[in-house]
């Protein structure tokens, strides 16, 4: 699994059409890889990928991140793209996200963590319940990374100490078997 420009976001408006049109052929020709894809320039990526790419390959998984209930017009973006998995990470979670239900079912994986760093702000682990619910009434594998810099309690402990457990389980949930991806999950 590849997460192609985890530093950087290749939807930013100064990325030019042809380096997009390279990395879509790359993927495309790669098919024994998995690529994620990953932006908060949902508008663009919907523009560019209606206008440039007849179908994406199945190997590639296309994403927005919301961060809180502001962007959640990102996923109807996202929707708009004919791709086998379209995920969405509510990464870092910074307040309560609602989803309606009409799009949570139209989105093959969530992914939700805290914020790390030194000046993380507080993800309360209600919220990420409350995501992990939604998933779940809609069917959408969840994907719990960890707690960020917070432990449920609002103590500042690090990320390590406040962990990756969301009402005391860990979360690992896949849109596709973790074996079928060459994944170890293990800890």
Known sequence: MVFVGSMTDLFYDQVPDDHLAKVFETMARASHHTFQIL????????????????IVPNNVWVGVTVENQDYVSRIEK?????????????????????????????IQWAIVGGETGHRA???E?????????????????FFFKHMGMF?????????????????????????????????????
């Open 78 to 106: 996202l929707v708009e793209i004919p791709a086998k998995v379209r995920f969405v990470s509510f990464e870092p979670l910074l307040s309560e996200v609602v989803v309606p239900d009409y799009l949570m079912e139209q």
């Open 39 to 54: 932006t908060k320039r949902a508008d663009r990526m919907v523009d560019w990928v209606g206008k440039h790419v007849d």
């Open 151 to 187: 432990n449920a309690d609002g103590e500042r402990v690090g990320k390590k100490r406040a962990g990756a457990l969301l009402d005391g389980k860990e979360w690992r949930e896949f849109p596709v078997s973790a074996a079928e991806l060459g994944l170890s999950i293990e800890r």
């Open 125 to 141: 682990e209600a919220w990420a319940i409350g995501l992990r619910d939604q998933c779940k009434r809609n069917g959408v594998p």
């Open 121 to 123: 702000r507080r993800m």
